[in-house]
């Protein structure tokens, strides 16, 4: 059983680029959910993919979004990146939207200069 | 005010300590969980709860839903229980989105 997958583990990108991040759900996991962790804090809920359809959404602006494919399996998109979006992105899958069992992947460092 | 609060925030204890970390939240929740983060950022799942106390080696963790607050506790500390440990609760709904507390910063010392 393979546990969640994130890449890359760390990214430096430049204000107003864009940016995708992958992650792959554990396996029997139909459900991934994002989150945004500023260093110093706890993780934010960004928004939740469960079977190709966004599930719910967090206080994240439009420039934020994602997709999940059919091996449920998921991207997080941020465009026009700002300073502010320098993060840790976690990734957590669940069985399904309303499991309470989540595995979360090692996550990705993103930073912007 | 946010919706769970950890306390303490730092803490630095010597190895072999018994180690308490309190959670205390202001919504309604399906579940709460405890979880572990080192540095790098991986979080590991170390409880979910919804009643009572459950224990895992030498980690325990109890909740009273009626206080709506939970704790972590760890026995025989060592320093490889030096991590960031995160209290989250799951409110229900269509995502049962996680709500995180801050965290608490755990170093213990040999």
């Known amino acids: 059983e393979t546990g969640v997958t994130q890449s890359p583990t760390h990214l430096i990108k430049t204000r107003g680029q864009q940016v995708t991040l992958r992650c792959s759900s554990q396996?029997?996991?139909?459900?991934v959910s994002w989150y945004q962790q500023a260093l110093g804090q706890g993780p934010q809920f960004i928004f939740q993919?469960?079977?190709?359809?966004?599930?719910g959404r967090g206080n994240f602006p439009p420039r934020f979004s994602g997709l999940q494919f059919p091996n449920y399996s998921s991207e997080l998109n941020v465009n026009a990146l700002e300073l502010d979006d320098s993060a840790l992105y976690l990734c957590a899958s669940s069985l399904n939207p309303t499991g309470y069992g989540y595995t979360f992947g090692s996550g990705t460092r993103l930073t912007v200069v | 005010k946010n919706e769970v609060e950890q306390s303490p925030q730092n803490l630095t204890a010597q190895e072999g300590e018994f180690i308490t970390i309190n959670c205390s939240y202001s919504?309604?929740?399906?579940?709460l969980h405890w979880l572990q983060q080192h540095p790098g950022g991986g979080i590991v799942s170390l409880f979910m709860?919804?009643?009572g106390k459950k224990k895992h080696g030498r980690l325990i963790a109890t909740i009273n839903i009626q206080e709506k607050h939970s704790s972590l506790h760890i026995t025989a500390s060592h320093p490889r229980d030096s991590a960031v440990y995160i209290c989250?609760?799951?409110?229900?709904?269509?995502?049962?989105?996680?709500?995180f507390g801050t965290g608490t910063l755990l170093a213990v010392q040999p």
């Open positions: 396996s029997g996991h139909n459900t």
């Open positions: 709860l919804s009643s």
């Open positions: 993919y469960y079977r190709e359809e966004e599930n």
């Open positions: 919504v309604g929740i399906s579940a």
């Open positions: 989250a609760v799951s409110g229900g709904g269509a995502t049962n989105k996680l709500i």
